[in-house]
């Protein structure tokens, strides 16, 4: 008679093992995304209810390995971990074609895990007809470092120190420094790395150096799990460069100047012209008055005049 208990089928899988190692599948998620553990039995067609699926903690010590269950094409929580209720599913629409993938909902840091994919098949008896082993591993993207200094070292004469941050990371970084000038690696004088109540890493490193007039200093944040590295630079110009600097700012000075004073002649060359215009317009009224004043004038001495 074939075994019903959830719990004697998942402690009969220790035995059921296939004997050639399983090859593992790496999965990377960053926190609080959905995951995708793959399970995929390709090239035949099954009948769920013949199957049973087991999605479960790959490791023998834990006292609830039960991360998902499928029996005779229903889900069962009856011993389902308490930290996966309500965040575990099976592709439904994919079951029927052999894929048995797992979307793992809200990851963090206590998903960081191997999990195992088992497939039964229940016919006269029971047997495994796939396995899958996947590891999931989480990470987070870090912050644009933050490049501050240089803060002049008033126990140590032309040394100056830099100081470089970046936050909300995982998992913990590697910190480089680069001077620019021959891209040699710079050693840092002390490096900070915090764990944070959310999981995530913020870091703080600092670097003294010599100070020099062409000093081009640059902080390197590597998240290898993302093969991202990300970076913030300071380039301290040389003296020469410093003069054109000031040069420019003189020309754009002058130029600011010339501007300002070419406006000014516009506008009093616009309220010269309008008081041109007032003082016309003023003498031509004065015109007509006297023209009006002498017209009636002539008219009266033609009539007085003798015909």
């Keep these: 008679m074939e075994p019903r208990g959830c719990g004697f089928l998942l402690l009969s899988l220790h035995i059921l093992r296939a004997v050639a190692a399983l090859e593992e599948t790496i999965v990377i998620s960053k926190l609080g995304d959905n995951a995708t553990l793959s399970c995929i039995y390709p090239g035949k ?7 049973r699926v087991y999605w479960q903690i790959d490791d023998v010590q834990e006292q609830c390995s039960v991360v998902h269950a499928l029996i005779s094409g229903q889900d069962n929580e009856s011993e389902q971990c308490i930290h996966f209720k309500n965040r575990t599913q099976l592709l439904w629409d994919r079951l029927g074609e052999g894929d048995f993938s797992l979307l793992l909902l809200n990851v963090s840091q206590s998903d960081e895990r191997k999990y195992k994919c088992v497939v039964l098949q229940t016919n006269e008896y ?3 007809v796939h396995q899958a082993q996947v590891v999931l591993s989480l990470a987070a993207s870090y912050s644009q470092p933050i490049l501050s200094g240089p803060v002049t070292n008033s126990n140590s004469t032309g040394e100056v120190t830099f100081s470089c941050s970046s936050d909300n990371g995982y998992p913990e970084p590697n910190v480089y420094w680069i001077n620019r000038t021959d891209n040699s690696r710079l050693l840092p004088s002390e490096l900070s790395i915090t764990l944070h109540d959310d999981g995530t890493y913020s870091v703080l490193s600092t670097l003294k150096v010599k100070a020099t007039s ?4 640059e902080c390197f944040i590597e998240n290898k799990r993302l093969q991202e590295n990300i970076s913030a630079n300071y ?3 040389k003296q020469n460069n410093g003069s054109n600097t000031e040069s420019h700012k003189d020309l754009e000075k002058g130029g600011q ?7 000014i002649s516009i506008v009093i060359l616009l309220a010269l012209l309008a008081v041109l215009i007032c003082w016309l317009w003023k003498h031509r009224s004065s015109k007509l008055v006297s023209y009006t004043d002498v017209q009636p004038n002539e008219d009266n001495r033609k009539l007085n005049s003798p015909v």
């Design 235 to 237: 380039t301290q110009e």
């Design 45 to 51: 067609e099954l009948s769920l209810n013949n199957l």
């Design 214 to 217: 062409d000093m081009q200093i």
């Design 126 to 128: 029971t047997q495994v």
């Design 257 to 263: 100047g010339a501007q300002a004073a070419g406006i």
